[in-house]
C-alpha cells in the first residue's frame, strides 16, 4: 500500500486534518455549535464552485467562504438562538448562490463529486502542504484564544462579568472552525464534514470529563478513524468517505454506554 506516492500523500493529508478535526471539534461539540460547522462546509461548496468557474483554485474558495461566513455567524449570533438564527440565514443565501454557482459547473462533474464527497487519495503534494500549514495556524491560534474561549463556554456570564468579550471569543472561534472545515473538505466532501469534526469529538466526551484527556482522545479517535478508513479503501476498492462516516458512527456508538457513567 505504501508503495505508492498517492497513498503516503494520503496518509499524510489525512493525519493532518484528523488532529486538527478533532481537537476543533472538540471544542465545537462542547459550545453546542454543531450546527455551524455543518453549515459553513455548505458554505464552502459555494465558494469552491465560484471560485473554479473564475479560475482560482477550488481550496481557496472554500477557505475564504468559510472564513467569511465564520465571521459574520459569530458577528451576528450572540446567544443560542439568536446564532441559530443567524446561521440559518447565512447558511439559507449560501446555498442560494450554490445552486446559481452549480448550475455554470455542470460541465466538471468530477470535481463537483470530490467537493461533494472528498477524495482523499487526488491529495498533491502541493495541497499537502497547504493542509500543514493551515493545520499549524489553526492550532496556534485556538491555543491563543484556548483561555478565554474556555471561560467564555463554560460560565459565559461570569467571563462577560470579568470583562472577557463573548462577541470577539465567538468570531474568532468560528473563524478557526472555518479553516478546519475547508481542511475536512479535502478529506470528507463539504456533505460529511461532520464525521470527523463531530463524531470523533462526540465521542470523546462520552468516554471522559477530563478537559486534557478529551482533547487527546478526540484527535486520536479522528486520526485513527481516518487512517484505518484509508486502508479499508484500498482494500476494499469502496469510497474512502463511506469507511470514515461507518467508522466514526459505530465509535459513537459503542461510547454510548460511557456516557452514563460520566
Not at 139 to 161: H, N, V
Request: glycine share 10%.
Amino acid at each position: 500500500m505504501f508503495d505508492y506516492d498517492f497513498m503516503i500523500n494520503a496518509f499524510a493529508a489525512a493525519g493532518v486534518v484528523a488532529i486538527v478535526a478533532g481537537i476543533v471539534g472538540f471544542f465545537l461539540v462542547m459550545r453546542g455549535q454543531t450546527f455551524a460547522g455543518h453549515a459553513l462546509s455548505h458554505v464552502g461548496f459555494t465558494g469552491a464552485t465560484g471560485a473554479a468557474l473564475i479560475g482560482i483554485s477550488p481550496l481557496w474558495g472554500l477557505i475564504g467562504f468559510t472564513m467569511l461566513a465564520g465571521i459574520g455567524m459569530g458577528a451576528l449570533g450572540e446567544r443560542l438562538a439568536g446564532r441559530d438564527l443567524a446561521i440559518g440565514m447565512i447558511l439559507s443565501l449560501s446555498l442560494g448562490f450554490g445552486l446559481l454557482f452549480l448550475h455554470f459547473f455542470t460541465a466538471y462533474a468530477t470535481q463537483v463529486t470530490a467537493l461533494l464527497f472528498g477524495n482523499v487519495l487526488g491529495v498533491s503534494h502541493e495541497t499537502l502542504k497547504v493542509l500543514l500549514a493551515l493545520g499549524i495556524v489553526c492550532l496556534a491560534a485556538l491555543a491563543a484564544i484556548g483561555r478565554p474561549l474556555l471561560f467564555a463556554t463554560l460560565q459565559p456570564e461570569l467571563a462577560e462579568a470579568k470583562g472577557v468579550s463573548l462577541r470577539w471569543v465567538s468570531i474568532l472561534f468560528l473563524t478557526i472552525v472555518s479553516v478546519a472545515v475547508a481542511e475536512c473538505a479535502q478529506i470528507v466532501g463539504v456533505l460529511l464534514v461532520f464525521t470527523l469534526m463531530v463524531g470523533p469529538a462526540a465521542t470523546a466526551q462520552n468516554v471522559t470529563t477530563r478537559l486534557a484527556w478529551g482533547i487527546a482522545l478526540a484527535a486520536a479517535i479522528a486520526l485513527a478513524e481516518a487512517w484505518l478508513g484509508i486502508a479499508l479503501a484500498y482494500y476494499t476498492d469502496w469510497p474512502t468517505s463511506f469507511w470514515i462516516t461507518l467508522l466514526s458512527a459505530l465509535a459513537y456508538v459503542a461510547s454510548l454506554p460511557m456516557r452514563s457513567r460520566n
